[in-house]
């Protein structure tokens, strides 16, 4: 459900393009960080999300006091505004 529920927000947002970024544990390296990322971003795909919206990346943390403190699995998105200055 939380799938549909992400995706659905960013539905709000044709324009616009996503950071996908999955944390779960201090010993995640930045490969399967990136894994988890893609998987993410393959299953907002399935959800009608376009994929040129969407960019997957290796945890964004690099404090380790706070990779410390998640205690399951945290996935990051972060919106960039692609709309013109004017």
Not at 23 to 30: L, R, V
Not at 32 to 55: A, C, H, N, P, T
Request: hydrophobic share 35%; net charge positive.
């Amino acid at each position: 459900g939380t799938i549909k529920n992400i995706a659905e927000v960013i539905k709000n947002f044709p324009k616009d393009k996503f950071i996908i970024s999955a944390c779960c544990d201090t010993s995640t390296d930045s490969l399967l960080s990136l894994s988890r990322s893609k998987f993410i971003v393959d299953l907002l795909v399935k959800e009608g999300i376009k994929k040129s919206q969407l960019q997957p990346m290796s945890c964004l943390l690099s404090d380790d006091k706070t990779k410390n403190e998640i205690s399951s699995c945290t996935i990051f998105i972060e919106r960039k505004n692609e709309r013109s200055k004017k």
